[in-house]
């Protein structure tokens, strides 16, 4: 009997694009497995457990080992700094964290106002900019912030940049690319290495005929 691999996943579109790599690697995943509501998920036949998070909480769960792996954004690795390893970037899901505001507005000299999920991600930023900003952070509905007056400023994920277009909001700064990774527990990549890199294998081999390599 192989080793149960616990694998957390966020759900939402990064979900979907993993589940489909998954399938294209050769992992057997069943039909009502993109459909179910379930937290857990349980497919024994590729001695899977998927446990389905919010995106933020996918490297907590991998850090504390009740998951073996994860598949987490960039984005949320840069903000949360977990101790944990990255394997493999997975090339899906693809999209870059940015600033964003009001079309021609400056932002105030004195503490201008920065809203956003990602706060670590948008003070490094700010700093290595030599700027000092407050930070706000929220955790829906960016784009709000400028359009009531609360933000001089947000700094959030962009994918095809018509959220921002459709609330009158213009980027500014484009700060990094994200694609999502596959992260592992360092205890676990000891343990189930033979596991582990077995499907890191196969993920890379997919990846690589993806590319024409």
């Known amino acids: 009997m192989k080793d149960v691999l616990t694998i957390a996943m966020p759900k939402g579109r990064i979900f979907e694009d993993a589940a489909d790599l998954l399938?294209?690697?050769?992992?057997?995943?069943?039909?009502?497995?993109?459909?179910?509501r379930k937290l857990i998920i349980?497919?024994?036949?590729?001695?899977?457990?998927?446990?389905?998070?919010?995106?933020?909480?996918?490297?907590?769960?991998?850090?504390h080992g009740?998951?073996?792996?994860?598949?987490?954004?960039?984005?949320?690795m840069l903000?949360?700094?977990?101790?944990?390893?990255?394997?493999?970037?997975?090339?899906?899901?693809?999209c870059y964290l940015a600033v964003a505001g009001l079309p021609n507005t400056k932002m105030n000299n004195i503490a201008p106002k920065i809203a956003t999920k990602?706060?670590?991600?948008?003070?490094?930023?700010?700093?290595?900019?030599?700027?000092?900003?407050?930070?706000?952070?929220?955790?829906?509905s960016i784009e709000l912030a400028p359009m009531i007056g609360l933000a001089d400023r947000i700094v959030d994920i962009v994918s095809t940049g018509r959220t921002l277009k459709e609330n009158g909001l213009v980027?500014?700064?484009?700060?990094?690319?994200?694609?999502s990774r596959l992260?592992?527990?360092p205890a676990s990549f000891r343990l189930k290495e033979e596991r582990v890199n077995e499907l890191v294998e196969r993920l890379v081999k997919k990846?690589?005929?993806n590319e024409g390599l």
């Open 23 to 36: 399938r294209e690697a050769g992992f057997q995943l069943p039909p009502e497995f993109d459909d179910s």
């Open 42 to 63: 349980d497919v024994p036949e590729e001695s899977f457990r998927f446990i389905l998070a919010k995106p933020m909480d996918v490297p907590t769960y991998v850090e």
């Open 66 to 76: 009740v998951a073996d792996l994860g598949i987490a954004g960039k984005d949320v």
């Open 79 to 94: 903000e949360e700094e977990r101790v944990v390893y990255e394997l493999l970037d997975l090339k899906i899901s693809a």
């Open 118 to 140: 990602y706060p670590n991600v948008a003070e490094a930023y700010f700093r290595e900019q030599g700027e000092q900003v407050e930070i706000i952070k929220l955790n829906g």
């Open 171 to 179: 980027e500014y700064e484009r700060i990094v690319d994200i694609t």
């Open 183 to 185: 992260i592992v527990n």
């Open 207 to 209: 990846l690589q005929s």
